[in-house]
T-cell receptor
Framework: TQLLEQSPQFLSIQEGENLTVYCNSS?????LQWYRQEPGEGPVLLVT?????EVKKLKRLTFQFGDARKDSSLHITAAQPGDTGLYLC????????????FGQGTTLQVKP | NAGVTQTPKFQVLKTGQSMTLQCAQD?????MSWYRQDPGMGLRLIHY???????DQGEVPNGYNVSRSTTEDFPLRLLSAAPSQTSVYFC?????????FGSGTRLTVV
């Protein structure tokens, strides 16, 4: 059983469209991270959310942590081809900072 | 600032061979981890370390050994490679905030 369920698994959209990616769990977390991975590279941290209901913005990306701290969403406004990549959510397993557990990821393709 | 350095970038092994994947970080991070990434499976934790001399198992530890004799280095050993270990391996380090990942080792076991 996956600790973190991401949806959708794949998303192919046209440049300029908006999209939302979800990360859900039945567990409560003290914090949650989002990473983006490009082909041939390791994941790169985008944001960490720590407070229930928190909203963080990174240019055209908006991250939200659920009120109950069990889920999170990533919304991209006016997607561009440079947004193409694998988006991963992650949490610390069993409250252990040394143990980062990932969701399966959402593969996003933005076509020009 | 090199960050996390993994070597080699590519490797082909025959079934039964052994090898060590190297990982070094120059950020004085306490935490280091090894992940494998397979299509549709995301990143799965193999082993992790919370400091020099301390290691623990992750989700998929079988077939892999680790040690952490220094803060900087965290090698991953495959004792007897199997085709099921064909994957992309990532090493990461953290200072209790976000993780910094290496660029990966693509391993094929034939």
């Amino acid at each position: 059983t996956q600790l973190l369920e991401q949806s959708p698994q794949f998303l192919s959209i046209q440049e300029g469209e908006n999209l939302t990616v979800y990360c859900n769990s039945s567990s409560v977390f003290s914090s949650l991270q989002w990473y983006r991975q490009e082909p041939g590279e390791g994941p790169v941290l985008l944001v960490t959310v720590v407070t229930g209901g928190e909203v963080k913005k990174l240019k055209r990306l908006t991250f939200q942590f659920g009120d109950a701290r069990k889920d999170s969403s990533l919304h991209i406004t006016a997607a561009q081809p440079g947004d193409t990549g694998l988006y991963l959510c992650a949490v610390h397993g069993s409250g252990n900072t040394g143990k980062l557990i990932f969701g399966q990821g959402t593969t996003l393709q933005v076509k020009p | 600032n090199a960050g996390v350095t993994q070597t080699p970038k590519f490797q082909v092994l025959k079934t039964g061979q052994s090898m060590t994947l190297q990982c070094a970080q120059d950020m004085n991070h306490e935490y280091m981890s090894w992940y494998r990434q397979d299509p549709g499976m995301g990143l799965r934790l193999i082993h992790y370390s919370v400091g020099a001399g301390i290691t623990d198992q992750g989700e998929v530890p079988n077939g892999y050994n680790v040690s952490r004799s220094t803060t900087e280095d965290f090698p991953l050993r495959l004792l007897s490679a199997a085709p099921s270990q064909t994957s992309v391996y990532f090493c990461a380090s953290s200072n209790n905030y976000g993780y910094t990942f290496g660029s990966g080792t693509r391993l094929t076991v034939v």
